[in-house]
C-alpha cells in the first residue's frame, strides 16, 4: 500500500524470514467479510512488483526513535521518515526451553510437529483457540488428550452449544479427504536446515494462514482415525520428565475408554502432564497452542511505548503509538481507540491485513497533512474461517463480549447441518455465530451495523419457515 501511495519513495521491508506472506485469492463477501489464502512467496516477487522496495533479510537488535534509526542484527542501520512496527505475536508457551513442548503458531513449527508425530502414540494438547480445535480435528491414528480450561472446546469462536454441534464431527471415523494445499514453502538456497531441533518455536517464523494443516499428513503410528479425550476446566499444573515422575511414584493414566473411569497405565512415557484437576497422562510430546504474546521486545528498549494491558504497543485510531512517526499493525499493537459497540481487536489474519492496509493510508495521510477517517472495517468485527469442514461466520459480540448479563440469545440448530446463535440486547442484534452454509451472513451483517429494532419478530427472526433474506432485502 506505501509502494503505491508513494511510488518514487524507498520502502524498506525489514523481515526476519526468508519469505513473505502475501494475500492471494481476496474476495470481498460482503460490506465487512473478506475471504482470502495466504501464501509464502520469495520476497524477490515483492520487489519485482513494486521496484522501490527492497526486502533487508535480518531481525531487528535495537530501535532507536529518537534519532529515528533501526540497528538491525547484521550490524547495519537504517534511517527513516516513518516507521511502522508489524512484528506480530509469538506463542505463548506453558514451558519454556522443555523439549517435549511445542508451540505451534507459523509454518515452521507446524513442521516440526508433523515430524514428531510420525512417531507418536499419544500426545497432549492443551490450549483452546482456532489452532488447537484445527489440530485435533486433523490428527489421526494417535491418542490425544486436549486439556481446556474452559467446559467447553474452541471457547474463543463458540459457546457450548455451538461445541456440542461440533463434538460429533471429532469422533466420526472417517473424514472427507483433504483439499490439495495451496501453500508452497520456499527455502534460501543452501540454508535447508539438516537437523531441526525439536522445539524451535521460540525463532520468529511467520503466523499460519487459515487453512495450514492443509497438505501436511497429520497422521500418528496407529491405524484408528480418531481418539480424543477432552479434559475440561483444567490448566496445566508440572510437567515431568519420566525419570522425575518415576521419583514421584504416582499413578498416571491410560487412555480413558468410552463411559469408563480411566485405568492406570502400565506404559512408560517419555514426558508427564500433571493437570490441575489431579490427572496425570503419560505421552509422546506436549502441543502448546495457547494463543500468542504480542512481540514487542526487540523495540521496548530505550523507547518510550504505552503498552496494553495485553502487552501490545497501544496505538490511536490512526494507528500511531506514543513515539513519533512510528505506527503498528497487526497482532504486535493494541487498539487504543474508543471502539464501535460491535467491533473488538482479537489477533486474526484478517484484523492483521486490515490494520496494515490502514496504517499504510494514515502514515500517507499524515506524510501529506490530510485528515483521514477511521476506516469502515473497524465498524464491525467479522470473521468467516472453516472448522471441522464447516463454514464458520462471526459477526459483532458474537460471544455476548462486554455485554454484563444484559442481552438474549436465539438458537436454531439442525444437528450435522447447521448451527445459528444471535446475540439480542434490547431487541437489536448485537452479534452472531452462523456454522454450516446458513447464507444469512449478509442480512445479519446489515442488521448488526444498521441497529434496527428487531422486538417485533420475536422468535420467528431464526424461523426457518420464514426467509429472512427477502424479508430485510
Not at 448485537?430 to 442480512?443: C, N, P, R, Y
Amino acid at each position: 500500500q506505501l509502494a503505491m501511495d508513494f511510488p518514487s519513495e524507498d520502502i524498506f521491508l525489514i523481515t526476519a524470514s526468508p519469505v513473505i506472506k502475501a494475500v492471494t485469492n481476496f474476495k470481498q463477501v460482503s460490506k465487512t467479510l473478506e475471504e482470502f489464502d495466504v501464501e509464502e512467496q520469495p520476497s524477490s516477487l515483492l520487489e519485482k512488483r513494486y521496484p522501490n522496495i527492497k526486502v533487508i533479510q535480518s531481525g531487528v537488535k535495537h530501535l532507536k526513535s529518537a534519532e529515528h534509526k533501526v540497528l538491525t542484527e547484521d550490524g547495519k542501520e537504517y534511517i527513516y521518515d516513518k516507521l511502522c512496527l508489524c512484528a506480530g505475536a509469538k506463542p505463548k508457551l506453558i514451558l519454556e526451553g522443555n523439549p517435549y513442548v511445542l508451540g505451534i503458531r507459523d509454518t515452521d513449527s507446524a513442521e516440526a510437529f508433523q515430524k514428531n508425530l510420525a512417531q507418536a502414540e499419544r500426545i497432549v494438547v492443551v490450549g483452546n483457540g482456532g489452532i488447537a480445535l484445527e489440530l485435533v480435528y486433523e490428527i489421526q491414528g494417535c491418542e490425544v488428550i486436549w486439556a481446556i480450561k474452559d467446559k467447553a472446546i474452541g471457547n474463543t469462536f463458540f459457546d457450548a452449544g455451538a461445541a456440542e454441534f461440533l463434538i460429533p464431527k471429532l469422533t466420526a471415523e472417517n473424514q472427507e479427504t483433504p483439499i490439495e494445499c495451496k501453500r508452497t514453502k520456499y527455502t534460501m538456497e543452501g540454508s535447508d536446515e539438516k537437523e531441526r531441533p525439536i522445539a524451535a518455536s521460540d525463532k520468529p517464523g511467520s503466523a499460519l494462514g487459515p487453512d495450514w494443516h492443509e497438505g501436511l499428513a497429520l497422521k500418528g503410528t496407529k491405524e484408528f482415525s480418531h481418539k480424543v479425550h477432552i479434559e475440561i476446566l483444567c490448566e496445566v499444573k508440572k510437567i515431568h520428565l519420566q525419570q522425575e515422575f518415576l521419583l514421584l511414584q504416582q499413578t498416571s493414566l491410560a487412555f480413558p475408554k468410552e463411559g469408563q473411569k480411566a485405568e492406570p497405565d502400565e506404559v512408560l512415557w517419555p514426558v508427564y502432564v500433571e493437570l490441575t484437576n489431579g490427572n496425570i497422562y503419560g505421552c509422546n510430546f506436549i502441543v502448546s497452542a495457547t494463543g500468542v504474546v504480542p512481540n514487542v521486545k526487540p523495540f521496548l528498549d530505550g523507547n518510550d511505548f504505552d503498552v496494553g494491558e495485553d502487552g501490545g504497543l497501544k496505538v490511536d485510531k490512526h494507528m500511531h503509538t506514543s513515539v513519533p512517526d512510528t505506527y503498528a499493525a497487526g497482532d504486535i499493537c493494541t487498539a487504543s481507540w474508543e471502539p464501535s459497540p460491535v467491533w473488538h481487536q482479537m489477533r486474526l489474519w484478517t484484523q492483521a491485513r486490515q490494520m496494515g492496509w490502514y496504517a499504510a493510508k494514515c502514515m500517507a495521510a499524515d506524510t501529506l497533512g490530510e485528515s483521514i477517517d477511521m476506516d469502515f472495517c473497524f465498524e464491525l468485527f467479522a470473521h468467516v474461517t472453516k472448522f471441522f469442514n464447516y463454514k464458520v461466520v462471526v459477526l459483532g459480540k458474537y460471544n455476548a463480549q462486554g455485554l454484563g448479563l444484559d442481552h438474549e440469545l436465539m438458537l436454531r440448530c439442525t444437528k450435522g447441518q447447521e448451527y445459528v446463535k444471535v446475540v439480542m440486547q434490547n431487541g437489536r442484534m448485537m452479534g452472531a455465530v452462523l456454522i454450516g452454509e446458513t447464507d444469512l451472513e449478509e442480512t445479519f451483517e446489515n442488521l448488526i451495523l444498521n441497529q434496527m429494532d428487531l422486538s417485533a419478530y420475536g422468535e420467528d427472526l431464526l424461523n426457518p419457515d420464514i426467509d429472512i433474506e427477502d424479508y430485510f432485502d
